[in-house]
Every structure is written in C-alpha cells, then in structure tokens.
C-alpha cells in the first residue's frame, strides 16, 4: 500500500464538517427534532 493510498482512505473516513461521526449524528438528530417541533407548530396555528 502507499502512503498517498492511506492517506486518502483517512481522510475519506472523516465526516466533512465535524471531527468526528457523533458530531454529524447530533446535527442529524438536531435537526430532526428542529423539524418535527416547526410542523407541530405550523399544525397547531392553522387548525
């Protein structure tokens, strides 16, 4: 193996905006929770 060859796989390892997978999985989850409370509201202002 090269060295270019597992500096590639390295990088292609990390998440592109967070040091690590959790940080993407909480943004994830973040914004489901975000969306799931902006519809309950949108529902409950036009009953």
């Known amino acids: 193996m090269k060295e270019s060859d597992h500096t590639t796989k390295d990088n292609l390892d990390k998440p592109p905006f967070f ?23 949108i529902t409950k202002l036009y009953e």
């Open 19 to 41: 040091k690590s997978w959790r940080g993407m999985y909480w943004l994830v989850l973040g914004n489901l929770a975000f969306l799931i409370i902006l519809f309950y509201i």
